[in-house]
């Protein structure tokens, strides 16, 4: 028989599909003694009917190896190799590893599922927990009826309570707040869905858009604050005109400019007015 060296070697050339005669050549035997190995070694015979797709290198066949230990399935190592599934077993039994047989699904009760599917757990974590597969987890999913859509609404809407939450005690304590202090401070990220929320909510809120920091000539506000939206409890009308005058970038610029730039950026009146008197 061959030692465990050039054992290694006739799997990887016949896999390879090295001709009969190199194979013999290489490995110094009769070329009768190859189809000898071959049924000896339970490699596949080059038939016709199922020959590899792709040949695959000696470095693939060890990252097969590696995948295949590391828990891999048989369509993931196909589908990265760009094979055939049945071409996948057909090297694995060729490296003499069996197939894994499938764990059971684990005894897991409706609430503790859903606790975790709660927390946002996908099924491939909660089966690595459970060390079994992704498909069983699904059916039990589906056996208790738990909803990953409705499960994902209801901590969307949890997580939307916790950020209106949030702006209704930052207005409550300092009256006004911007998209750039919510972003920094909090990672809340300001839309038009979250302002329409926050209109319904509260009583007297207003907001209004940088959109443009400078004119033609003058550069007006810091360019931080590109698209920032100022949010305000109405009566805080000075804390915000205030604010505007904080992020100013030059203030030997005529009070027209000022005033035209306000106006295009929708600030409302009464801003406008306290803005110039704080000039």
Not at 57 to 68: A, F, N, Q, Y
Not at 150 to 163: A, D, T, V
Not at 257 to 269: D, E, G, M, R, T
């Amino acid at each position: 028989m061959l030692d465990d060296a050039k054992r290694k070697m006739f799997v990887r050339l016949w896999l390879k599909g090295v001709k009969e005669e190199e194979i013999a050549k290489r490995l110094n035997i009769r070329v009768n003694m190859v189809p000898v190995y071959v049924k000896v070694l339970g490699l596949p015979p080059r038939t016709k009917r199922s020959p590899p797709n792709k040949k695959l290198s000696d470095e693939d066949l060890e990252l097969i190896k590696e995948m295949w230990m590391d828990g891999a399935t048989i369509k993931e190592i196909a589908d990265y190799f760009n094979v055939h599934e049945s071409t996948v077993l057909m090297y694995l039994h060729a490296m003499g590893l069996k197939r894994r047989v499938k764990s059971k699904c684990p005894n897991i009760s409706k609430e503790e599922l859903e606790k975790l599917c709660r927390e946002g757990l996908t099924d491939k974590e909660i089966a690595e927990i459970y060390n079994t597969s992704s498909h069983c987890i699904a059916r039990l999913r589906q056996k208790y009826g738990i909803s990953k859509r409705i499960l994902m609404k209801q901590r969307y809407r949890k997580k939307l309570n916790n950020i209106v939450e949030t702006i209704i005690n930052i207005l409550n304590d300092k009256g006004f707040t911007t998209s750039v202090e919510l972003r920094e401070k909090y990672g809340i990220h300001v839309n038009r869905n979250l302002l329409n929320i926050l209109e319904n909510l509260i009583d007297g809120i207003n907001y209004f858009k940088l959109r443009y920091l400078s004119t033609a000539k003058y550069s007006v506000f810091h360019t931080k604050y590109t698209n920032t939206t100022i949010i305000y409890l109405k009566g805080y009308e000075k804390k915000v005109a205030t604010f505007l005058q904080r992020i100013m970038v030059n203030r030997d610029i005529p009070s027209g400019v000022f005033k035209h730039l306000l106006k295009a950026n929708n600030v409302p009146k009464e801003i406008i007015e306290l803005f110039h008197k704080l000039l």
